[in-house]
């Protein structure tokens, strides 16, 4: 028995000692210090294979000065696994939910006119469970940070980032894909310019995507907190409606029988005489219902979003309306 598996069978409950391998040793490091802070009131352990060759790969030094930051003494660097303890499977499974009562049943949401940030401070002063880790400067803002909150919130916490202006989503793409793939119900507010287009073609494939317009923010930010999704909430600056909202959800803000504008987000500036204006909050899923009743021919002021909805589904092409203003979000 090595030295890992006997840490294991001497671990009493609730404590476990988890082992984390991957083809990148910095994603499985950065798991690995998710799950030590999850571990560490418990009484267990969490260990990561990272070889010494690979000891000074961005991502392992971004994940050990993480771990620095957090003082965790119950993680630990092995050169190769401990045959004795399997490693933590890299993809989804069945995981313990999280509830915040405080929410209701009805997923209606009852803060006032205000900010995500308000909104959040609110729900965290009567949910434990919640966690915010943007209060907190040792998390900082980077790929480790990443991966280690979203093992965190699929190990008993409901996690929600408000990601500053300005985060690089499109350089974490890899880990984006691998929270995906894991399914790990991270929850991520972001500023709907720093958003990566096309979304699928940028590790956000298996994310649950919004661009929520403010009346329908609040109760998209209150479907996140209650489900066990991954989601990214590309937010506006101000949560102004109280109604209960669904992915797949869109407004029409106009009605048209001469085809119809799409749009998330802002609204275009102009809308051909005759033209319907369907504006999506749910990037993924999409609001397929809406879209198959829409009249045709489809336009997009956007050539982001044409991209996107092209992407997801070839008989959604839309043709370019003149632009009047320039992308608002990266490539």
Known sequence: MGDLADLAARTAFPGRVRQFAAGDP?????????????????????????????????????????????????????????????????????????????????????????????????????????????????????????????WIAGDGRRVVWELPAGTPLGAWAGELALIGRMQLPLKLLANPADLPWPPAERGLGRWWLAMPTPMDAAGALVWALAGEECVLLAMPDRLEGGDAWLPGSARRLIDGEAGTMLCAGRAPARVPPGVGLLQLGSLIPLPHAQLQRTARPLLAEDEDLARHLASLDPHLRCTLAPPSAPPHSPR
Do not use: F, M, Y
């Open 26 to 150: 910095g994603q499985a490091l950065a798991l690995a210090v998710g799950a030590a802070w999850i571990e560490q009131p418990r009484g267990g352990h969490a260990a990561a294979v990272v070889p010494s060759a690979r000891r000074d790969d961005p991502l392992v030094v971004a994940a050990l000065a993480l771990a620095k930051r957090l003082a965790l003494p119950n993680l630990t660097l092995l050169p190769a696994a401990d045959p004795g303890l399997p490693c933590e499977p890299l993809n989804a499974r069945e995981r313990q939910p999280v509830r915040l009562a405080s929410l209701g049943r009805e997923l209606r949401p009852t803060w006032p006119a205000g900010t995500s940030a308000q909104a959040l401070s609110a729900s965290a002063a009567r949910e434990p469970l919640l966690l915010l880790p943007a209060r907190d400067p040792r998390w900082g803002c980077d790929r480790a940070a990443l991966l280690a909150l979203a």
